[in-house]
């Protein structure tokens, strides 16, 4: 023990030099742990109604919107972090009008809303950082309003969920200043179309999204899923700009995601005794998913499994056969993400030929 005491510092310095990712990590579960506080407050929840969960819709659109935020200045960090905040209820609030109106005239279910969500979140990634997370917490919203039931009724309550997501994201943000600089992931190949040209790769990816999206809605229709979101979900975070890469993603994920799932099962009898440390460990492993992130995708599928285990069972959910669906309607999400990247517009890696005396051309 002792030596693993005097070793973890140099280590977290080797994989964390300069401390920026724990720092993040800090400061997403300090944006969540915020609106969720800040949702208590009476003078601003008076007028929701109590069926709403405001502090869930706040603390996820905070804690979503500091994932996807990645400014290396206070003030384009604060700017961006607010559009996120406001696309993720932008998210909601299309879910909330669209799904009685598909009820009534259509006789589906608000989960065809996510298929939306599902493409714009591939396709979105064509105009940079701040259009990728846009896409992202478009779904995030739809994502939050479905779990939650939302209605045209509660668009006063998503309006609120925003602006204490703006403060308990931003807030963090203001005062973590240039000590906190932002990790990307490395750079993905360089993607071209196998039958179109004229097809953007992001285009061809929302569309493989939104068609393995739609498969899962089919099976949940036959076979009456779990958490279908969750396959969902899957479907939408692992279709990269290559079939190679997505099919690597999956891989990952889906690793991760056994291995965090059991971790999280084991701590189901700590989670009825001793609540506070489950939020302890769940907030550990947050720091752990932002400082693997860009690297490392399957310790931070993982570390998230881990966390939504765990803090589903500390809010009372104690069904394993519901906890254990997030592993297998996961692994179901990728393997349609594969089947989809390889059959629905293909995006493959351009094979440059390598001239004598040329330099081959990084990928971007």
Not at 70 to 75: E, K
Request: proline residues 7%.
């Amino acid at each position: 023990m002792k030596q693993i005491v005097d070793t973890l510092p140099a280590w977290l310095d080797r994989v964390d030099p300069g401390a920026h990712r724990r720092i993040k990590g800090l400061r997403l579960v300090t944006a969540y742990g915020l609106a969720l506080a800040l949702a208590t407050l009476n003078t601003l929840t008076s007028s929701v109604p109590p069926t709403v969960p405001l502090g869930m819709l706040a603390a996820g659109f905070a804690l979503w919107a500091s994932v996807s935020e990645a400014r290396a200045t206070r003030a384009a960090s604060s700017r961006d972090l607010a559009a996120l905040c406001v696309a993720a209820a932008a998210g909601a609030t299309l879910y909330a009008l669209l799904c009685p109106w598909l009820d009534t005239h259509a006789r589906v279910g608000g989960e065809w809303i996510l298929i939306s969500g599902a493409f714009l979140a591939p396709w979105l990634k064509r105009y940079g950082v701040l259009g990728a997370g846009i896409g992202s917490q478009l779904y995030i919203g739809q994502l939050l309003a479905y779990g939650a039931h939302l209605g045209p009724s509660d668009l006063p309550a998503i309006g609120v969920a925003a602006l204490i997501a703006m403060v308990a994201a931003i807030v963090p943000r203001v005062l973590s200043g240039p000590s906190e600089q932002p990790a990307l992931a490395p750079p993905a190949p360089v993607a071209m179309p196998a039958r179109n040209g004229r097809i953007t790769p992001e285009f061809a990816m929302g569309l493989q999204a939104a068609a393995a999206a739609l498969v899962v809605i089919a099976l949940n229709s036959a076979f009456d899923l779990t958490e279908s979101a969750w396959a969902i979900t899957a479907c939408v975070y692992v279709v990269t700009q290559t079939a190679e890469g997505t099919v690597e993603r999956v891989r990952r994920r889906i690793v991760g995601t056994l291995i965090g799932v059991p971790l999280g099962l084991a701590c189901l009898p700590i989670a009825a005794h001793a609540p506070l440390a489950i939020w302890v460990a769940a907030s550990v492993a947050m720091i752990v998913y932002a400082m693997a992130l860009p690297e490392r995708y399957d310790i931070a599928c993982g570390a998230f499994a881990f966390t939504l285990i765990v803090t589903l069972a500390a809010s009372g959910e104690h069904s394993v056969a519901f906890l254990v669906a997030r592993a297998w309607e996961t692994i179901v999400g990728g393997l349609l993400g594969v089947v989809m990247a390889w059959v629905v517009l293909p995006l493959k890696t351009p094979h440059v030929a390598h001239v004598r005396g040329a330099v081959p051309r990084e990928s971007s």
